[in-house]
C-alpha cells in the first residue's frame, strides 16, 4: 500500500487515500466520509479496506454527509469528507455554514478534480468559485496545496487542527515543486522566486505554470517575485505586502473565476494595505464548459504563455507605491 | 393544435431502441468519455415516451407551449437523450458525435442553455424532479394540459431533494407529473444494496401519495401500459418504478458497474455495435 514509489509520482487522490490511512493508524478518531464518489476521492480501495469500520459511503447525498460529519466532529471524531467540488462545496453550502462552520465543528471538507480540472463533465461540473465561497465563511480555513507533498503536509496539519478546514484537491499527478521534508503552516506563503519587477501570486493547480512562467521571464530579463500561496485563508498578508511595496505590480493566477478567490482576497488586502497594479488571471464571469485545459486556458487567458505576458504588459506600466 | 401521434409497433420499438443504443455507444466512444451504463438502461424508456405515442411533440416546433415535457434528471445519461432527440428529428444524426467535443451544444450533462429543447440544466443529481413539479404546476396555473416526465436514477432518489418533491408533489396532489425511475440497481461506487439501500421504495412513494406503477422497463409492452396507465391517473402524482439493467443491450455491459462511467474503446465499440446489429 505506502510503497516505495516517491510520492510525486502518484496521483494527487491516491497520496489522499494513503496519507488518510498513515493518519488514521495514528489517530483513531479519523473517520473518512463519502457521498458515493469514493473512487474519485481515491479513499477507495485503500481506506475502505484498510479502515471498513471507519469508512462511511452515505450514498448520493452530500447534505446529509456534511451533518452527519458534525455530529461526528461534535463527539469528537474527525471525519474527512470528500466530493467532486461543486457537490463538496456550493451543494452543501447552507450545511457547512450553519452545521459545521457556525458550530466551529471539526469537519475536514474535500473538493475533488477543482475548475477546469473537470473538463471532460461540464458545466454542471466544473466549479470556479469555491474558493471564493468558502472563503468568506467564517470560522474557515481554506486550502489549495501544489504537489504531493504539500498535500501531505496539509493532511497532517489538517489532523491535528482543531477546526473547519476546506482543501481543493487536484486527482491526478501533479509536477513536484517541494520537498519530502515540507512543513505546511496554516497562514504562510511560499517563496518560489526571488525578483523585483513583478510579484506572481498563485495557487494550487496555477503553481507550477506559475513557476514556468517566472523561469522563462527570467531569460527575458523580467525578474518575477513568486509566491505560492496554499493558504487562501488566512491569507498571508504580510508577505504579500512585504514584496508588493517591492515591485508596485502584482499578476495573481488561479484555476478558479477571477471574482473572489485568490485574485479577490489579493486585491481587497493590497486596496487597504499597500495598493498597488493588480491584474487577475483565471475564469471570468461565466460557467464552465466541456473541454480540455489548454482550450480553456486560451480561451480565457491564464496558461504560461498569458502569464507571461500579463507579466510583461505590468512592466511597461509605472510602478505604483502609493 | 399539438396533437399525440400514433406509436410505431412493438417492433419497431424495439428495432428504434436498438437504434438508439448504437448512437449512445458510438457517442460516448467519439467522446471517449461518458456513461454509458445508465444510458442505456433507460434507453427502452425514452423510445416508449417518443415513439410510442406517449409524449406529445412536435420537432418542427419544439417549444411548443403545448408540448408534454420530458425531464432527464440524471443528467449523466443525456447521450441516450441526444440520440433519441436526434432520431425524433430535433438534432441532426451526424452531430450526434460532436457530444463533449469543445464548443458543441451537445454538453456532457443537459445544458439548457447551450441546447434550449434541453427542458432542464440537470447533471447535479438531485435537482430535477423539484423542476418537474414546478413545470406541471404552471400547467395547472396556466390551464394547460401538458404532462411532465421525469426520468431519476436510483442512486440519485438517494438525494434529500428528491424526497422533498415527491413529498410536496404528493401533498399538493400535483397530477400531470410522472416520475419514472430507472431502477437499474447501481450506482457509482457500487449497488444500491451496498451503498444505501432504500427498499422498500414502492411503499415510500406510495407512502408519499403518489400512485405507483412497477414494471420491467425494458418490456416495451409493459412500458406502454404504464404509461397508458399513469394518463388516466388524476388528483395524484404517478411514480413508475421501473427495473432496468445498467447496461443493458450490450453483453459485457450489462449488470457491470465498470461501465457507469467509462468510454468503450475502439475495439470494445465495434463488439458492442455487433451484439446491437
Ligand atoms: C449532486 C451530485 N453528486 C454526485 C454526482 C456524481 N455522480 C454522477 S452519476 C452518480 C451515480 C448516480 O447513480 P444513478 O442515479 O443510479 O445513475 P445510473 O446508475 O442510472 O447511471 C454520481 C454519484 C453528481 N453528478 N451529482
Keep these: ?322 | 393544435m399539438l396533437a399525440q401521434s400514433n406509436g410505431l409497433t412493438l417492433d419497431a420499438l424495439r428495432d428504434k431502441a436498438k437504434v438508439i443504443r448504437r448512437h449512445v455507444v458510438e457517442m460516448i466512444t467519439a467522446a471517449k468519455s461518458g456513461h454509458p451504463g445508465g444510458s442505456l438502461s433507460a434507453a427502452d424508456i425514452l423510445t416508449a415516451l417518443y415513439f410510442g405515442g406517449v409524449l406529445r411533440h412536435d420537432p418542427a416546433n419544439p417549444l411548443d407551449p403545448n408540448r408534454d415535457r420530458f425531464i432527464l434528471s440524471k443528467g449523466h445519461a443525456v447521450p441516450v437523450l441526444y440520440a433519441t432527440l436526434a432520431e425524433a428529428g430535433y438534432i441532426p444524426v451526424d452531430q450526434l458525435t460532436t457530444l463533449r467535443q469543445l464548443g458543441s451544444t451537445l454538453q456532457g450533462h443537459p445544458s439548457k442553455a447551450d441546447l434550449p429543447i434541453m427542458e432542464a440544466s440537470t447533471g447535479s443529481l438531485g435537482q430535477g424532479l423539484s423542476v418537474g413539479v414546478g413545470m406541471a404546476l404552471a400547467a395547472k396555473m396556466d390551464m394547460a394540459d401538458y404532462r411532465v416526465y421525469v426520468m431519476i436514477g436510483d442512486g440519485e432518489a438517494e438525494e434529500g431533494q428528491i424526497w422533498e418533491a415527491a413529498m410536496y408533489a404528493g401533498a399538493a396532489k400535483v397530477d400531470q407529473l410522472v416520475a419514472i425511475l430507472d431502477y437499474n440497481k447501481c450506482q457509482l461506487d457500487g449497488t444500491i444494496e451496498e451503498i444505501l439501500n432504500w427498499e422498500p421504495v414502492a411503499e415510500k412513494w406510495a407512502a408519499f401519495g403518489w400512485h405507483i406503477i412497477e414494471i420491467n422497463g425494458h418490456d416495451m409492452a409493459e412500458i406502454l401500459r404504464a404509461l397508458e396507465e399513469a394518463r388516466q391517473i388524476t388528483g395524484k402524482p404517478v411514480c413508475i418504478i421501473a427495473h432496468t439493467v445498467k447496461g443493458e443491450g450490450v453483453s459485457f455491459m450489462a449488470c457491470n458497474n465498470e461501465w457507469h462511467g467509462k468510454a468503450p474503446t475502439a475495439d470494445e465499440c465495434a463488439k458492442a455495435l455487433a451484439e446491437l446489429a
Excluded at chain 1, 470528500?82 to 474535500?110: E, G, H, L, M, W
Excluded at chain 1, 497562514?187 to 519587477?197: N, P
Design chain 1, 1 to 322: 500500500m505506502l510503497t516505495d514509489t516517491p510520492l510525486h509520482e502518484l496521483e494527487m487522490r491516491v497520496v489522499y487515500g494513503n496519507t488518510l490511512c498513515a493518519l488514521a493508524a495514528q489517530h483513531p478518531n479519523i473517520y473518512v466520509l463519502e457521498a458515493d464518489l469514493s473512487k474519485a476521492s481515491g479513499t477507495n480501495p485503500v481506506f475502505c479496506c484498510s479502515y471498513p469500520d471507519r469508512f462511511i459511503n452515505v450514498g448520493v447525498c452530500e447534505a446529509n454527509m456534511i451533518g452527519v460529519a458534525a455530529g461526528l466532529a461534535v463527539e469528537g471524531k474527525i471525519p474527512f469528507c470528500a466530493s467532486f467540488t461543486p457537490f463538496a462545496t456550493r451543494r452543501v453550502y447552507d450545511q457547512i455554514t450553519i452545521s459545521v462552520a457556525y458550530a466551529k465543528a471539526n469537519v475536514k471538507i474535500v473538493g475533488t478534480a477543482p475548475g477546469i480540472t473537470a473538463g471532460p463533465n461540464g458545466g454542471t461540473h466544473m466549479c470556479l468559485q469555491d474558493l471564493a465561497i468558502m472563503r468568506v465563511m467564517p470560522h474557515m480555513v481554506v486550502l489549495s496545496p501544489a504537489d504531493a507533498y504539500e498535500l501531505r503536509a496539509c493532511l497532517h496539519w489538517m489532523a491535528e487542527y482543531e477546526g473547519p478546514v476546506y482543501l481543493q484537491l487536484l486527482r491526478g499527478q501533479l509536477p513536484p515543486i517541494f520537498d519530502p521534508s515540507y512543513g505546511f503552516a496554516p497562514g504562510r506563503a511560499q517563496h518560489l522566486r526571488s525578483g523585483g519587477d513583478v510579484t506572481l501570486v498563485s495557487t494550487g493547480y496555477m503553481t507550477s505554470f506559475a513557476r514556468q512562467a517566472a523561469e522563462e521571464l527570467a531569460a527575458e530579463g523580467i525578474a518575477v517575485d513568486l509566491w505560492h500561496h496554499p493558504s487562501i485563508k488566512p491569507l498571508d498578508g504580510e508577505s504579500l505586502a512585504q514584496s508588493a511595496r517591492r515591485t508596485g505590480r502584482v499578476v495573481t493566477v488561479e484555476n478558479q473565476s477571477v471574482l473572489g478567490g485568490l485574485g479577490g482576497a489579493v486585491c481587497e488586502f493590497l486596496a487597504e494595505q499597500c495598493p498597488a497594479y493588480v491584474s487577475r488571471l483565471g475564469v471570468p464571469d461565466r460557467f464552465g464548459e466541456v473541454a480540455t485545459e489548454e482550450y480553456l486556458f486560451n480561451k480565457h487567458g491564464f496558461g504560461v504563455m498569458h502569464i507571461k505576458e500579463a507579466c510583461r504588459t505590468m512592466m511597461r506600466r509605472a510602478q505604483c507605491r502609493l
